[in-house]
């Protein structure tokens, strides 16, 4: 009997319609990719310091420069054993009750008192609005600016599980519609809201339907197109997410205040609202619900529009997974190589999520200019999508990921050390750690699919990659935490990481060839199919291993 992806074959594997599809769909990286990093300039943190009303009344009617006001404000500090003006103290000097002349120089302050901020603080931002400067999220409350990247990983999390389930329950077309209305009503409101804990607020709901929505239309390519296009047009699409990366600072740089970024952000979900009448449901997922009526009339008009005919009949189509197992969490844990695969690959997933967004997010505390940096490492990232496309089929998948992993661990921890002077050589090797962690990070998506029998291939996928939004939540506080303490820092913690992790990956299996249908398929994968008594005897010792697994777990 036929299955769909026999009717797929006879309508277009990637004719005319999937490519239209695909088009529209790759939108929606573009801003998905402001959603996950727009924090560098949305939450950007300018100089600053602490601000004296009379004195700022005083510079203006002096005519000072900053430095002239910022001399008498506030101290000097030691910095990495350098002498910086202090962000968060200030002279304890009353100058409304001292008389003080336009000629400061001769004012001598090395021992006066001083004391935290009391009447807030300047900032050097050339006129441009963060909600940093909005909220004075700076010293004491810098913490605040942690939190809007993690509640943005918070409903990723959250997302990804619950529209996960829609998708599967109610289908692809009504759960991405139902996201994308989500998306711009709480993206608007994220933009208008006028205090701080309303924006966190928000911006979870923002992220929940923005995750969902964006593996819900990656779900659906990878099921209107025929097999030998799935993973090409799985790379591809996140690679449209590094395009997003390079219009980011350029948008940034002309839209100067954060709430009308966060406007742009969101409106482009209004007109993804129309593809309501450009793109069908997936006769896929309806084929899985017996809407064969359906399927058939969706897949004979992308059969049209590819200028192809069909000759398989709907009624002869039946499922792949009839007599599937049921899938358990255990499963991906009881046995010795199921459960080595998980923990690798959960910590690849935390890896690579901690690493790129870390990554990113030091571009705006790295004290170069921020728009420039920020779009030459993104160009950083495109070397890695065609590095993929090249290498797996002809090396595989395993010595590439591993390599990806250890080359962006050595560049972290070789820039850490480079000194502040060398600025241009210290940027090009943590570009080259970007490299390779966007490798890293494209490649544990199929792979992870790959390392698991197919009753438990989609669980597989959904636990172990809970780990990417656990790092997603963490990175903030990670690097801003501990680049207070020294700059360089976090580089060293994600050097060490991606290490590990890269050692990690060379414990797991080469996955080029045929994807395993049992946890027998894992547990021996060097058997061979043809040789009954073998097999037999193979699930004998596997059902004994499962057995005495479930004894020991019940003592």
């Known amino acids: 009997m036929a299955t769909f992806d026999d009717l797929l074959e006879e309508a277009g594997a990637f004719g005319r319609c999937q490519k239209r599809i695909f088009a529209l769909f790759c939108l929606l990286s573009l801003p998905f990719s402001g959603v996950y990093v727009g924090i560098v300039f949305q939450g950007f943190t300018p100089d600053h310091w602490c601000r004296d009303s009379a004195v700022v009344e005083r510079r203006q009617a ?15 500090v030691n910095s990495s054993g350098v002498l910086q003006p202090s962000s968060c103290e200030q002279y304890e000097v009353d100058w409304n009750a001292t008389a003080l002349s336009c ?9 006066v008192p001083v004391t935290a901020c009391k009447d807030g603080w300047e900032y050097q931002y050339e006129g441009r609005k963060s909600f940093v400067t909005e909220f004075d999220l700076v010293c004491s409350d810098a913490w605040w600016v942690d939190m809007y990247q993690s509640t943005l990983n918070v409903g990723f999390l959250v997302g990804s599980f619950v529209f996960g389930y829609f998708a599967d329950r109610f289908g692809r077309k009504l759960t991405f519609l139902m996201s994308n209305m989500m998306n711009l009503v709480s993206g608007i409101m994220l933009a208008v809201v006028p205090n701080y804990i309303s924006i966190l607020v928000l911006r979870s709901i923002f992220a929940f339907g923005v995750k969902g929505g964006w593996m819900t239309t990656y779900v659906m390519l990878t099921e209107i197109v025929g097999m030998d296009y ?10 449209i997410f590094s395009v997003g990366n390079l219009l980011l600072p350029l948008l940034a740089y002309y839209v100067t205040d954060w709430r009308w970024l966060q406007v742009i952000f969101s409106a482009p979900y209004l007109f993804f609202l129309s593809y309501h009448w450009f793109v069908p449901e997936s006769p896929r997922w309806l084929v899985s619900q017996r809407n064969y009526s359906k399927a058939l009339e969706i897949t004979e008009a992308m059969a049209k529009e590819n200028k192809k005919k069909l000759s398989t009949n709907i009624e002869t189509l039946h499922e792949d997974e009839t007599d599937s197992p049921t899938a358990s969490l255990l499963d991906l844990f009881r046995t010795p190589n199921m459960r080595k695969h998980t923990f690798i690959l959960m910590f690849n997933w935390f890896t690579s999520a901690v690493v790129y967004q870390g990554l990113i997010m030091r571009v705006g ?3 170069g200019d921020v728009y420039i940096d920020f779009l030459l490492s993104g160009l950083a990232e495109f070397p890695a999508t065609f590095f993929i496309l090249f290498s797996i089929d002809r090396i595989g998948r395993r010595l590439p990921f591993a390599t990806a992993n250890i080359l962006a661990g050595a560049s972290c921890l070789i820039a850490a050390f480079i000194p502040d002077s060398m600025f241009w050589a210290k940027t090009v090797v943590v570009y080259i750690g970007r490299l390779g962690i966007t490798m890293a990070f494209m490649m544990v998506v199929f792979v992870n699919t790959e390392l698991y029998p197919t009753f438990v291939r989609n669980l597989g996928v959904s636990i172990c990659s809970t780990m990417c939004d656990v790092g997603g939540i963490i990175a903030p506080f990670l690097l801003y935490r501990l680049a207070a303490i020294w700059l360089e820092l976090p580089l060293i913690i994600f050097g060490v990481v991606a290490f590990i992790a890269g ?35 193979m699930k004998k010792l596997l059902k004994s291993d499962l057995t005495n697994n479930k004894e020991t777990t019940t003592v």
């Open 62 to 76: 002096c005519g000072w420069s900053l430095a002239d006001s910022r001399r008498l404000t506030v101290p000097l």
């Open 230 to 239: 799935r993973r090409t047009v799985g790379i591809l699409y996140q690679m």
């Open 365 to 367: 505390i790295a004290g």
């Open 103 to 111: 000629d400061t120089q001769e004012l001598n302050l090395t021992n």
């Open 503 to 537: 050692g990690l990956v060379l414990l797991l299996p080469e996955t080029r060839g045929p994807l395993p249908d049992t946890i027998e398929d894992i547990e021996f994968p060097n058997r061979k199919k043809g040789n009954v008594a073998e097999n037999h005897q």
